[in-house]
């Protein structure tokens, strides 16, 4: 079967700037995949290029085994939740939602159901006839995903559809689209530049950077497995520790990633267990951070972070400690600067 | 749902060209921009080549006939004395009548983009739209009656007992004059009144964008507010006081009804334009004379492009 | 400039802004004044007296009023439809493409409106000169939508630029094609700014004096009827009649223009 998506050797160029640069990749037919970046990475030109924004200048893209290769938008079963939602502003809730079905030439009562439908699958029932301005930030985001998804797309495309919503609001809207896309079965691909919200929402993550894909595989993989310093450093964060280093402390002499809340803080002189490694040194900053406290430690020249639940008060500035945790937990990685 | 990925429409012949315009953007923006360039082009564009070719001939004295040869005493004869008079007393009217304009405009665009709120924000600007848009021949026309011996201002110094101080006025050398409406000072009051609302509009759009908390910031480092004017707010106004110039002074420049309904019988050079090419029937110079304000408009535009006064145009 | 509304004004500043406004306005309300005057020789003020008779005259004894009034209006109405499309044809491309010397055109779009119009007119006599073309109401349309063409223009860009990309991206991906994407979402979006342009170039070509003196030859539009009264007087209240009339004709779509572009604001953009 072929993938819902496939990019051969990508690249799309801005000017003398490489925004996509030789993207190879396959996304699964029905898996919520999540491409991660910083901004400018190439993440979001990646999402473009699916829906046809953007056509590739070199490599070819196929969607669902048919080459997309000069094909408009329009033409392409494939829809968009936009970043600013793109709501038309001189159309009801309603028009917004149907205005698909009304291209396509489905009779006004036929796409008005229809429309109710997907305003209701999105708990916006009986919204139909207000406008765009009189709804609040989520609620227009709601409104978006109705719209796309009311003409049954192939792929369903989000372009950072949670960025401009609060915290709260936002991990309430993580939770009822991860329930949606495995209701309905469609493929989802996610662009966003939150680490968090790639590794909770997606099946799989690709990790961009500088317009090319560093990783790509299940976010406990990409988190738990950093390939490169990079990935190590934009997942989450990490102890990044030099080759002499990292063999000095039973792990391989390559560049070696160590998360933080791997690393147990204990008193100086703690006894080290079987399969562990240890150093020592002092700490020299306490940040109290919420559900953690991160300990930055000066440990062989080097400084060291180690987070631990919060609630551990027995260490301040200034104290020597010991540092210990598994030689497991240091990963490899291919990659060092 | 058993759609395809690639959907299968698009047949119509509107659809087969907004392919063909999508894949070729360059062709969208040609087809959109040839009928107005060409317009333009054409109409305009070649209209002022036409009148640039009539600059280079020149007129037989004698017959009255236009030479159709190249030659450059036109131009010549454009600085003749009489002819460098008429250039040097528009162009200094053209600068006086800028400076007035943002004199006065000044502090009601100021007053419009930073106090007023709500329905005064409204208010100023239709008050400035509707004199702006209102027909130019009427307003020349309400200052004629306004300057008019007879008329209302001559009737206000009499009754507030300052006709002294009018004939005073009045009997100065250069901008005065048998009365307001056939003197420099007429004139000059009448071109104000008739651009200032393009002064006022620039200004305040170019007011409108200084943050407010440019000014908090400059108060909170310390300026009085004099000093928040001239280094804040001045500095980030000159773009709109320059867009606005480059129409009161263009306009001054080319303008020919108001020195002719209120003026001395000194000729600007809208005026020595008009008459070269109607009853004189010398074009040539009359072309030439054009290029005087085509050019002075060329430098204008150039050194405002430079300092960003197209943004708020 | 956004901020705290409950700052006191300067005494000076706004006594200055006031003069202003009264400045701009009282002229024009002096033309009204003028029309009902019984002084029909001088500009006498204050008016001995007041009547309305001039009305009567300007509407029934004066037939040379209206062929030129007619025209102006002929006129204006072309002018108007053929800036309407060159306009706006002109703003979609400059709005969004971005193309070697599209700085060069758009300042030739504003050309017009920036040199004095005595230059437009004098070059496009020297035109119809050189063609052969006769004055007719073809001479005095070609001049005027030439500079209705930059106000509509100028109305249509401020729009088009608010227009945010993402809402054409939206709807080609909702399958509309370009067309349908015109039609259904440009459209409805720049619409009012379109009919607001619409208007005042229909004011500023109705109003216009300085190009056509020389594109109309023998013709005679209102502007040019008011000119020569001006010069020549006949029944001075009458000029003030017709010049109140020129008023309300012209500030009715100002009016009108300024009431849509207002409107416009509020369903222009998707969030403020």
Redesign the interface.
């Known amino acids: 079967m072929s993938p819902a998506v496939r990019f051969v050797n990508v690249s799309r160029r801005f000017g003398s700037v490489r925004a996509v640069d030789g993207v190879t990749l396959d996304i699964t037919e029905g898996e919520f995949f999540a491409m991660l970046g910083p901004s400018g990475s190439g993440k979001t030109t990646c999402l473009r290029l699916i829906?046809?924004?953007e056509q590739p200048d070199d490599g070819h893209i196929e969607?669902?085994?048919?080459t997309?290769d000069?094909?408009?938008?329009?033409?392409?079963?494939?829809?968009?939740v936009?970043?600013?939602?793109?709501?038309?502003?001189?159309m009801t809730v309603g028009e917004n939602v149907a205005?698909?079905l009304?291209?396509?030439g489905q009779a006004r009562a036929k796409r008005a159901a229809k429309a109710r439908d997907a305003l209701s699958m999105v708990k916006l029932a009986g919204f139909e006839g207000r406008r765009?301005?009189q709804l609040s930030g989520g609620q227009?985001q709601r409104v978006a995903l109705a719209?796309?998804l009311v003409?049954?797309p192939?792929?369903l495309l989000l372009d950072e559809p949670l960025g401009a919503l609060d915290l709260k609001l936002r991990e309430q809207m993580q939770e009822e689209l991860k329930a949606l896309q495995k209701d309905l079965g469609?493929t989802f691909v996610f662009v966003t530049h939150d680490q968090g919200e790639a590794l909770s929402m997606a099946d799989r993550v690709a990790v961009f950077n500088e317009g090319r894909i560093v990783q790509v595989g299940a976010p406990s993989s990409v988190y738990e497995r950093p390939e490169s310093r990079f990935v190590a450093d934009f997942v989450g964060s990490s102890n990044v520790l030099p080759p002499a280093f990292a063999s000095g402390h039973g792990g391989v002499s390559k560049w070696t990633s160590l998360r933080p809340e791997k690393i147990a803080v204990h008193p100086a002189g703690t006894a080290v267990p079987e399969k562990h490694a240890a150093t020592e040194g002092e700490i020299k900053m306490v940040s109290y951070q919420g559900a953690v406290t991160r300990f930055n430690v000066e440990a062989e020249k080097m400084r060291i972070n180690a987070e631990v639940p919060a609630g551990d008060t027995r260490f301040k500035p200034g104290d020597s400690v010991r540092l210990i945790w598994p030689k497991s937990a240091m990963v490899t990685m291919e990659e060092g600067a | 749902m058993s759609q395809a990925a690639i959907a299968e429409r698009g047949y119509g012949p509107l659809d087969r060209v907004s392919d063909i315009f999508f894949v070729r953007p360059k062709l969208l923006t040609l087809v959109l921009l040839l009928p107005p360039l060409l317009w333009i082009g054409i109409v305009y564009v070649g209209s002022l080549f036409a009148l640039l070719l009539q600059s280079f001939y020149s007129l037989d004295d004698y017959s009255g006939l236009v030479v159709h040869e190249f030659t450059l005493s036109t131009y010549a004869q454009l600085l003749e004395e009489a002819n460098l008079q008429i250039i040097v007393r528009t162009v200094t009217m053209s600068a006086l009548v800028t400076i007035g304009c943002v004199i006065i405009a000044f502090p009601i665009a100021y007053y419009a983009a930073r106090y007023a709120r709500g329905w005064t924000k409204a208010f100023f600007y239709l008050a400035v739209m509707m004199p702006l848009w209102s027909s130019y021949l009427v307003k020349v026309y309400a200052w004629k009656l306004i300057l008019a011996k007879e008329g209302i201002l001559t009737w206000l110094a009499k009754n507030l007992h300052l006709s002294w101080l009018l004939d005073g006025i009045m009997a100065l050398p250069v901008i005065g004059g048998p009365s307001l409406s056939f003197s420099y000072i007429g004139t000059f009051l009448v071109f104000v009144y008739i651009w200032i609302p393009y002064m006022i509009l620039p200004i305040q759009a170019a007011l409108e964008r200084v943050p407010s908390n440019y000014i908090e910031a400059s108060a909170d480092l310390g300026a009085e507010p004099r000093q928040t004017f001239w280094t804040v707010i001045f500095p980030l106004a000159l773009p709109g006081i320059i867009a606005g110039s480059i129409f009161t002074f263009s306009l001054t420049l080319g303008d020919y009804i108001v020195p002719t309904i209120v003026g001395n019988s000194r000729l600007m050079i809208g005026q020595a334009v008009y008459t070269l090419q109607g009853t004189a029937g010398n074009i040539p110079l009359a072309a030439a004379f054009t290029v005087v304000p085509m050019a002075i408009m060329g430098v204008y535009l150039w050194i405002a492009k430079r300092m960003g006064a197209f943004d708020v145009l | 400039m956004s901020s705290s509304p409950n700052r006191a004004t300067p005494l000076g500043l706004r006594i200055s802004a006031i003069a202003g406004l009264l400045f701009l306005h009282l002229p024009l309300a002096l033309i009204f004044l003028y029309a009902f005057t019984t002084e029909e020789r001088s500009f006498q003020f204050p008016p001995p007296g007041y009547t309305t008779k001039w009305f009567g005259v300007a509407w029934s004894e004066r037939p040379d009023i209206w062929p030129p009034l007619y025209l102006s209006l002929k006129v204006a109405a072309i002018a108007t439809a053929l800036a309407l499309i060159f306009g706006t044809l002109a703003a979609a491309a400059l709005s969004r493409a971005r193309f070697f010397g599209r700085e060069t055109i758009s300042l030739l779009f504003i050309l017009p409106i920036a040199l004095p119009g005595i230059i437009t007119g004098i070059s496009l006599r020297s035109a119809f000169d050189i063609m052969g073309l006769d004055f007719s109401i073809w001479t005095i349309v070609l001049g005027h939508a030439t500079f209705c063409i930059v106000v509509v223009y100028n109305n249509a860009i401020a729009r088009f630029r608010r227009l945010s990309g993402s809402l054409i991206e939206a709807s080609m991906d909702l399958g509309a094609n370009s067309f349908q994407t015109f039609w259904y979402v440009i459209l409805p979006q720049i619409g009012t700014a379109l009919l607001a342009g619409g208007m005042l170039a229909f004011a500023l070509s109705f109003d216009e004096v300085i190009v056509t003196t020389f594109t109309a030859g023998q013709q005679s539009t209102l502007p040019i009827w008011m000119l020569s009264e001006l010069i020549r007087p006949r029944q001075r209240p009458v000029t003030n009649v017709v010049a109140v009339f020129v008023v309300v004709v012209t500030l009715l779509p100002i009016l009108a223009a300024y009431y849509l572009t207002r409107e416009g604001e509020h369903t222009g953009g998707s969030s403020k």
């Open positions: 829906a046809g924004f969607i669902f085994g048919e997309a000069g094909v408009p938008p329009y033409k392409r079963n494939v829809n968009t936009f970043q600013d939602y793109a709501l038309f502003p001189h205005y698909g009304r291209i396509k765009p301005a227009r719209r796309a003409n049954g192939k792929v469609i």
